[in-house]
T-cell receptor, first 110, second 114 residues
Framework: GIQVEQSPPDLILQEGANSTLRCNFSDSVNNLQWFHQNPWGQLINLFYIPSGTKQNGRLSATTVATERYSLLYISSSQTTDSGVYFCAVPYGGSQGNLIFGKGTKLSVKP | KAGVTQTPRYLIKTRGQQVTLSCSPISGHRSVSWYQQTPGQGLQFLFEYFSETQRNKGNFPGRFSGRQFSNSRSEMNVSTLELGDSALYLC?????????????FGQGTRLTVV
């Protein structure tokens, strides 16, 4: 089946710093989602981005489907950005389920 | 528009018991998927229901089952609980399934088996 790899596994930043999280996937996909898991466990949708670039405030994402990777950029990080970031891609065609990477754990220090 | 609602939020059960978790999807969404999250295995797909039919199933034993009602609400059941079933169970709602459309997750049910 499809493999999803995220890097780095852990990232520690000082407040105000910028960061780039990477998601590689082993096969072509219809779409890709980025999530932020908050301390209570809920997965918060960040981006639904099959290809191209999207921006939402301090966050932006780029997916290069032909090269099978996606990048999540966080600028001017805040302590509230701390948590685990997951990317997920569907497996099994149009009726597939999501396959998740192992996540990047981000800690932003004040 | 209300989000995905999971109940209960927390559960403590004893080995051998059974448990039922509930998920109410976003209004108009017909697909509900369930995922198990553990520190060792990460997020793993359990099953998906679409219009009351199980459409996909992950690699979990038969003790894990589910169903979907005509209003798209879904329940999952775990029988004969084992310590290893302790996990965060998340459900996802989407209009047509995660293969084609964006999935939205509930807050999860944290199950502890003692």
């Amino acid at each position: 089946g499809i493999q999803v790899e995220q890097s780095p596994p852990d990232l520690i930043l000082q407040e105000g710093a910028n960061s780039t999280l990477r998601c590689n996937f082993s096969d072509s996909v219809n779409n890709l989602q980025w999530f932020h898991q908050n301390p209570w466990g809920q997965l918060i949708n960040l981006f639904y981005i099959p290809s191209g670039t999207k921006q939402n405030g301090r966050l932006s994402a780029t997916t290069v489907a032909t090269e099978r990777y996606s990048l999540l950029y966080i600028s001017s990080s805040q302590t509230t950005d701390s948590g685990v970031y997951f990317c997920a891609v569907p497996y099994g065609g149009s009726q597939g389920n999501l396959i998740f990477g192992k996540g990047t754990k981000l800690s932003v220090k004040p | 528009k209300a989000g995905v609602t999971q109940t209960p939020r927390y559960l403590i059960k004893t080995r051998g018991q059974q448990v039922t978790l509930s998920c109410s999807p976003i209004s108009g969404h017909r697909s509900v998927s369930w995922y198990q999250q553990t520190p060792g295995q990460g997020l793993q797909f359990l099953f998906e229901y679409f219009s009351e039919t199980q459409r996909n199933k992950g690699n979990f034993p038969g003790r894990f089952s589910g169903r979907q009602f005509s209003n798209s609400r879904s329940e999952m059941n775990v029988s004969t609980l084992e310590l290893g079933d302790s996990a965060l169970y998340l459900c996802a709602s989407s209009s047509a399934g995660a293969g084609n459309t964006e999935a939205f997750f509930g807050q999860g049910t944290r199950l502890t088996v003692v």
